[in-house]
């Protein structure tokens, strides 16, 4: 294992561990909830979007979940990515998380052909070497999907 895959290894044990945003928050005000399964393994997330005053603008994610460290870390890395857009800018875009979610996608179903960009997705570039193992994709593209049905029921 290279010293950067070590890196990512700890960075995702560390999120599955210390986990951020685990916990719905109360629904109030604009919310949507989604519940996504993956079947194949057991991993389970619901993820709920409140939306501020203006409806195409994301203010928090919340989750809960259970399932192996890979679901559990991406959930928590999307919220920190979440939670920094409304620190740093005041929130983040539906548009802007079509193209984070679009992006994800695209990187993890290139079987390690086209790595997430660190700048872009921030820690969730670690969860890059999941491409590389089909069956562990779905548990990565978990909390992503719930982001993307949410803002569908939003």
Known sequence: MSGLDG?????????????????LAPEEGRTATSHQRNP?????????VRLSDDPDVIRDVTWEGSGCSISQASASMLAVLVTDAVEERGGMTRAEAKTLVDGFREALRSRGTIPLDE????????????????????????????????????
């Not at 990512?8 to 916990?23: A, C, M, R, T, V």
């Not at 820690?123 to 909390?143: E, N």
């Open 7 to 23: 890196l990512y290894q700890e960075l995702i044990l560390d999120h599955s561990k210390h986990p951020h945003g685990k916990q």
């Open 40 to 48: 194949i393994c057991g991993d389970e997330v619901s993820l709920r």
């Open 119 to 154: 700048e872009t997705f921030a820690d969730a570039a670690a969860l890059s070497g999941v491409s590389k193992f089909t069956a562990r994709v779905k548990c990565a593209m978990l909390a992503w999907v719930a982001l993307e049905d949410a803002l569908a029921r939003a």
